[in-house]
């Protein structure tokens, strides 16, 4: 279940607040008043003959779509390449006019003779690149909308999976995948949940002049697995950096993911294993995840890369070299992801290549090894070491922001466990 609430954790409604009847006060100069209004009145009626005298503008829509060309567009709008390099020529920011995706919305808007006045490239319901037409020709500015963000609050106890538990509870699966991003450094969610664990959420939904459009940040989460209590909370220090933290102040991150692909384990960290396809007992110094092909293969955390290419029976492979003399690698891929090759620096969490079968294997999975001074550990098990806490001059500002949020959290449980009791008894 879901539902919005204002700072003070009351349910949000739509109603307009009461307008406040005036209060009524002495004309002490009739005259005076009735000169402000003749100057109100003759101002309003300047401005509207300015609307008036303003150019009528014609405009024509097109949506993107795959296979377009900023060329063709012009064209089908009625203009030749003459005209779209004087576009893109402008001033600001009207050269970005020639990065094009598919789906967005571009409109051109003629004068009264035909002419191109202005050009507007929608790239998203927030972001629109505005170019018009001065007397030197064409000037773009790019126009980001400020969304009203609004709390609102969720929870929900699994029975199966995670994502339905979250449906139900009125979750996107954008929220949900955040949600178990979060926690997941300390909780493996294919195979740790289960049923009865609960979790609630507060997070932000997004407002455009009035209208709820999409959903934002996730403020504060608790996940309870398996009777153990985990809080995450949102803070963004004095420097304006925002990461997750328990309320003691340690980092909700750890400096490697506990698995760098959401799939199920097809074999595990075994030293004693027989090679399926050698038939032979052979260690398996690694984890190995089924997944279909083209998956997403992620960092386990900030590093090199110390090898990317082919590597025997490991077939396409990635491997990062750590702090700590720590290094991860990454096998059986089908392609390396965008701009990993040797010597490149990665980040947690960014895509280093996709699964596929390369190598000597039986079929698509990733074949996943975590090693500590040259040997093997079992990546599943391994103790990892913890992300950076709230440095200790932050630890005043964020202890006070850490009770207002444990309690806010408290408060929304409260509101929300009065609500689903007010709508049972209404059933």
Request: aromatic share 8%; proline share 4%; net charge negative.
């Amino acid at each position: 279940m879901s539902y919005s609430l204002d700072l003070n954790g009351n349910p949000v409604t739509n109603s307009a607040p009461k307008e406040s009847t005036p209060v009524a006060t002495e004309d002490r100069s009739a005259s005076g008043a009735n000169e402000r209004s003749a100057t109100v009145n003759t101002e309003l009626a300047s401005a509207e003959s300015a609307e008036d005298q303003a150019p009528k503008l014609n405009w024509q829509e097109h949506k993107i779509k795959s296979g377009d060309t900023l060329s063709s567009l012009f064209r089908e709008a009625g203009f030749n390449d003459a005209i779209m390099l004087k576009v893109i020529h402008g001033e600001g920011d009207a050269s970005k006019l020639q990065r094009l995706y598919a789906g967005e919305t571009i409109a051109f808007a003629t004068d009264a003779n035909g002419d191109l006045a202005a050009v507007d490239l929608k790239r998203s319901l927030l972001e629109t690149l505005h170019i018009s037409r001065n007397e030197d020709g064409f000037k773009g500015e790019t126009v980001v909308l400020k969304p009203e963000a609004r709390p609102a609050f969720a929870s929900g106890v699994i029975d199966g999976s995670l994502y339905v538990a979250a449906r139900e509870a009125g979750m996107s699966d954008r929220l949900a995948m955040e949600m178990a991003g979060i926690f997941g450094w300390d909780i493996d969610f294919v195979y740790d949940v289960r049923k009865g664990d609960r979790f609630e959420v507060v997070y932000e939904e997004l407002y455009l002049d009035g209208e709820k459009f999409d959903t934002g940040r996730i403020l504060s989460a608790r996940f309870i697995n398996r009777g153990e209590d985990n809080v995450a909370l949102l803070y963004t220090d004095s420097h304006g950096d925002s990461d997750y933290y328990s309320p003691d102040g340690s980092s909700m991150r750890k400096a490697f993911l506990r698995t760098p692909i959401n799939a199920r384990v097809s074999s595990p960290f075994n030293m004693q294993r027989r090679h399926p396809v050698l038939d032979v007992v052979r260690p398996h110094e690694g984890t190995d995840y089924a997944a279909p092909p083209g998956t997403p293969i992620k960092a386990a955390g900030h590093g090199r890369v110390h090898f990317a290419g082919w590597k025997g029976g490991y077939g396409r492979t990635v491997i990062l070299t750590h702090g700590d003399n720590i290094t991860t690698l990454y096998a059986h891929m089908s392609r390396l992801g965008k701009g990993i090759r040797n010597g490149s620096r990665v980040k947690q969490g960014e895509t280093i290549g996709y699964v596929g079968s390369s190598g000597m294997v039986t079929g698509p999975h990733l074949h996943y090894e975590f090693r500590k001074n040259g040997a093997p550990r079992n990546s599943r098990t391994v103790d990892l070491p913890d992300a950076k806490p709230v440095p200790k001059s932050e630890m005043a500002r964020f202890s006070k922001f850490a009770k207002q949020q444990v309690a806010q959290l408290e408060v929304y449980r409260d509101g929300h466990q009065q609500l689903a009791m007010a709508q049972d008894r209404d059933e």
